[in-house]
Structures are given as C-alpha cells and as structure tokens.
C-alpha cells in the first residue's frame, strides 16, 4: 500500500493502521512529498479487500493523505 502526504499527516495514518494490523509501516522522503508504505497478510476474497479499502479511507480521514493504491502477491499454504 503507497499512500502520499505530509510527514505528520503520515503519522497519523501510520497510528490508525498500527491498530487495525497492518504491518512494516514506513514513512520515507518521496520526491517532494513523503511516503508511507506498509503489508498486511489476509484473504483476497471480495469481501476482505472491500473492508480492507474501507480501513485505509477511515485512516485518511481529516488529513489530506493521498492513497494511491496497493499490489498483491498470492501465496498459497503448503
């Protein structure tokens, strides 16, 4: 997940997302913005990703964070 903004802003959507699980949250310098970057293993099922989208809008709010999306990768159990 890459989202974009003010270091403080940043902060505060990094503290949001600690609770809800998300995991390896970075904020780092990003050309003249900063980037927060982070993971967090779950299903890919429908229902997951909506929630999980539905968290990340939650987090931004009342800062002005830009999401600008997120990748996947599929491991399956052995």
């Known amino acids: 997940m890459w989202i974009y903004g003010s270091q403080s ?7 949001r997302l600690e609770t809800l699980g998300w995991q390896q949250l970075k904020i780092e310098p990003a050309n003249e913005t900063w980037s927060l970057t982070g993971q967090r293993i779950q299903q ?3 229902e997951a990703i909506y929630k999980m ?26």
């Open 53 to 78: 989208s539905d968290e990340v809008t939650a987090a931004l709010a009342g800062t002005s964070a830009d999401y600008d999306g997120w990748e996947t990768s599929v491991e399956t159990g052995h």
């Open 9 to 15: 802003d940043l902060q505060i959507v990094q503290a």
């Open 44 to 46: 890919a099922a429908s």
